[in-house]
């Protein structure tokens, strides 16, 4: 079906169309404006639309906000419009408000860890995670121009088992791209429901830091030092956790998640044509040289300096990065 005939056949024929940023992916999204009513059209190629309109329904019946669904076809859906109050931009607008709405995302997190998780959710073992950060290796490392001997292989195989040894043992409902961007302010709402859910079609059954290290470690906008205190205190006092038992594991999942985050973002400006990436890659960096200089990271830390340069302007091909 094409976009217009959905779009007819929803109602929404005549809608204003307002074309709004993507994510990573392939799919775009479009606000509809008719009147006073508002939708979010989402234009999916890979057709992922079965799997977010699954978990979308499966977060809205353990009591959280996620878009509802009005509509869908193959490759098509339209969405609940959470509005503009996107995390990152009320932070930047209001700095005062920072510590809250991490405050008010980590208190999702903790009701996700009492939650039931979705059988067919893809199990995110310490060996498929060590797994995913191929991407460092295969298109990381040839942007900068470097060409790797057995490193990569020791380096997955001594991640792997670091994590077997620190993750908790517990698998919830792990969002994966749970940062700033993808979370929406609702005042009106209460609790938990303040916080709206988007992106989160890729999520996967794993360890309850993950999502923990995506909030904090974000890779397109500096938490402040207090933020990030605050955060943290919030869900170790929240979880009944102990910091000696969460830091390591999540220093461990910080360097997973960036090590594959480079590659990624790599392959976005390298095969994509979307080369904006390139100036997060030095932040990404910065947030693995931090993880990388904790005590659980030691063995890990001679391997990965000697085979990653620093991601300079001139190695990246890019102009001065901010």
């Not at 994590?163 to 005042?187: F, G, K, Q, S, T």
């Not at 916080?195 to 500096?222: H, N």
Request: charged letters at 20%; one cysteine or more.
């Amino acid at each position: 079906m094409s976009v217009d005939a959905f779009l007819a056949a929803q109602g929404w024929a005549d809608a204003e169309q307002v074309p709004l940023a993507g994510d990573a992916s392939s799919r775009r999204y479009i606000r509809l404006c008719s009147g006073p009513k508002r939708a979010i059209l989402m234009i999916d190629p890979q057709d992922d639309t079965p799997r977010f309109a699954a978990l979308s329904a499966h977060l809205r019946r353990l009591g959280l906000s996620a878009p509802d669904i009005y509509a869908q076809a193959t490759g098509l859906m339209l969405l609940e419009d959470f509005g503009d109050a996107q995390f990152a931009k009320v932070a930047q607008t209001q700095p005062d408000m920072e510590i809250p709405l991490y405050r008010a995302a980590t208190e999702v997190l903790c009701h996700l860890v009492t939650c039931k998780v979705p059988a067919e959710l893809t199990h995110a073992t310490p060996r498929i995670l060590g797994q995913m950060i191929e991407p460092v290796f295969t298109h990381y490392l040839p942007l900068l121009g470097t060409k790797p001997d057995d490193t990569p292989s020791e380096i997955t195989a001594r991640l792997t088992d670091l994590l077997a040894l620190h993750l908790p043992e517990e698998a919830v409902l792990v969002l994966r791209d749970y940062h700033a961007e993808n979370m929406i302010w609702l005042p009106d709402r209460d609790h938990i429901r303040r916080v709206g859910l988007l992106d989160f079609q890729d999520a996967l059954a794993g360890p309850p830091i993950y999502d923990l290290v995506s909030l904090l470690q974000d890779a397109r906008r500096d938490v402040t030092d207090a933020c990030h205190a605050a955060t943290l205190r919030h869900y170790l006092d929240l979880s009944g956790r102990s910091e000696s038992a969460v830091m390591p594991a999540f220093h461990l999942l910080g360097l997973q998640r960036n090590l594959r985050i480079l590659g990624i973002f790599a392959r976005l400006a390298t095969e994509r044509g979307k080369p904006g990436y390139l100036a997060l890659i030095p932040r990404v960096w910065a947030h693995i040289r931090t993880s990388l200089s904790t005590p659980v990271a030691r063995e890990l830390e001679p391997l990965i300096l000697d085979l990653f340069p620093e991601p300079t302007p001139e190695r990246l091909g890019v102009g001065a990065v901010p």
